[in-house]
C-alpha cells in the first residue's frame, strides 16, 4: 500500500509538473500606436495608357502619294500626317464649282428680267433653286478634296503607322495611331466589394517599377459595368507625364489609400498578421491572446478586408489585448504562456 501511494503521488507530481510547463510566445499588443491602420490600402497591378489617343484615317479613298512621318515622331497641331492622291477629287470640284458659277450666272440674269416683270416668278424661283444646288454640289466636292489631307487633331506623337507611301487607303480604315503623352492614365481593375469606395477625384499614387518613379494622380473615371469575365470594374488614373519619361503599355502598381473612418469605427478594427488567424472546425475564425492569468485565450473573431499588412478584426479584440504571434500552433485554450518579447 505504501509503495502504490508513493507511485501515485510520484505520477501526480510528474503530470502537475508537466502541465505547468508554459510555452513561449511572442506577442504584440493590439492597437498599440494610433498609425496602426495607417497605410492600409488597396492596390492593384495594371497599364498606363495615353490620356488622348486617335486612330487616323481618311474620309476617301485613294493612293497614299505623301507619309512624312516616321513611328515616335513628335508632331504639332495641323502639321501634315498623310496625304493621298487628289486629283480626281479636285477635277470634280473644279467641274461642280464652273456649274456652280454658271447657275449664279444664271441665276442673276433671270432675277434682273423677273425684276422688269418681263417672266414669270416661277421661272425665277427654278432659276435659283438650280443655283443652290449647284453650290451645295460644288462645296460637297471641295470638302473631298480637303479629306485628301490627315492632319494632327492635337500636338502628339505618331504610334504605330499600319500602312505606308504608295498603299491603298480606304475611308475609315485606319493609317496610324496617334496620341499626346502630356498626360497619361493608369488602367486597373478594381473588384466589386472595393469598387463603391472610390469616385472621381481620389486621389492615387502611380509606381513604375522600369522607372522607379512614384507619381501621384487622381481618379478620373470608374466603370458602371464589370468587365465581361471578371466580376472587377476599370478605374482611370490620370497622371502629368512633365519629363515624357513615361510610355504608354508601361505596367504599373496603382495604391489608392482607404477610405478615413470615424474615430469610434477606427477604434473597433485592428490588423493583425494573417497567420495569427485559425478556423475552428465549425468555420469561425479565432486568435489567441494573453489573459490576466498569462494563459492562452482563444479569442473567436470576425475578419474584414485583407490588405498588404494584414488582415482587419473587425470583432472580438480590444485595444490593450496582447495577440499570440508566435507559438500559437502549439496552444490551446488555458495553456500557461510566457512571453518572449512582449510588445
Known amino acids: 500500500m505504501l509503495l502504490a501511494t508513493l507511485l501515485f503521488q510520484s505520477c501526480k507530481k510528474e503530470e502537475k509538473e508537466r502541465e505547468i510547463q508554459p510555452i513561449e510566445v511572442k506577442t504584440v499588443m493590439v492597437g498599440k500606436t494610433s498609425s496602426e491602420n ?10 498606363i495608357a495615353a490620356d488622348k489617343s486617335v486612330k487616323l484615317s481618311f474620309q476617301v479613298s485613294g493612293t497614299i502619294e505623301q507619309f512624312p512621318v516616321s513611328m515616335g515622331d513628335f508632331v504639332q497641331k495641323g502639321s501634315l500626317i498623310a496625304k493621298i492622291d487628289g486629283t480626281t477629287y479636285q477635277k470634280q470640284y473644279e467641274a461642280r464649282r464652273a456649274q456652280a458659277e454658271m447657275a449664279e450666272d444664271n441665276y442673276n440674269r433671270v432675277a434682273e428680267v423677273y425684276s422688269k416683270g418681263s417672266i414669270a416668278e416661277v ?15 460644288a462645296q460637297a466636292s471641295y470638302q473631298n478634296v480637303k479629306f485628301t489631307r490627315i492632319t494632327a487633331p492635337f500636338t502628339g506623337y505618331i504610334g504605330e503607322k499600319m500602312m505606308e ?7 475609315g480604315q485606319p493609317i496610324v495611331d496617334f496620341f499626346d503623352i502630356d498626360k497619361l492614365k493608369a ?5 466589386d466589394d472595393q469598387v463603391n469606395q472610390y469616385q472621381t477625384g481620389d486621389k492615387a499614387i502611380v509606381k513604375i517599377e522600369v522607372l522607379d518613379t512614384v507619381y501621384e494622380g487622381e481618379i478620373t473615371e470608374i466603370s458602371v459595368q464589370s468587365d465581361s469575365n471578371t466580376p472587377s470594374y476599370t478605374a482611370k488614373i490620370t497622371i502629368t507625364n512633365q519629363n ?3 510610355k504608354p503599355g508601361m505596367a504599373c502598381t496603382v ?5 478615413e473612418k470615424s474615430s469610434e ?9 494573417v ?8 468555420n469561425e475564425n479565432f486568435v489567441y491572446v494573453v489573459n490576466d492569468q498569462n494563459k492562452a485565450e482563444r479569442r473567436i473573431v470576425k475578419t474584414g478586408k485583407l490588405y498588404n499588412n494584414g488582415i482587419a478584426i473587425t470583432e472580438g479584440l480590444q485595444k490593450g489585448d496582447q495577440l499570440i504571434t508566435s507559438g500559437y500552433h502549439k496552444l490551446t485554450q488555458d495553456t500557461p504562456v510566457t512571453i518572449k518579447n512582449k510588445q
Open 38 to 47: 495607417s497605410g492600409v490600402h488597396f492596390s492593384a497591378t495594371g497599364r
Open 187 to 191: 488602367i486597373i481593375p478594381i473588384p
Open 123 to 137: 421661272k425665277m424661283v427654278e432659276a435659283r433653286s438650280n443655283y443652290k444646288q449647284a453650290e451645295a454640289a
Open 165 to 171: 507611301t504608295g498603299d491603298l487607303a480606304s475611308p
Open 275 to 282: 497567420e495569427t488567424v485559425s478556423v475552428t472546425e465549425q
Open 265 to 273: 469605427e477606427a477604434s473597433k478594427i485592428f490588423i493583425v498578421p
Open 244 to 246: 515624357k519619361k513615361l
Open 255 to 259: 495604391i489608392l489609400p482607404e477610405k
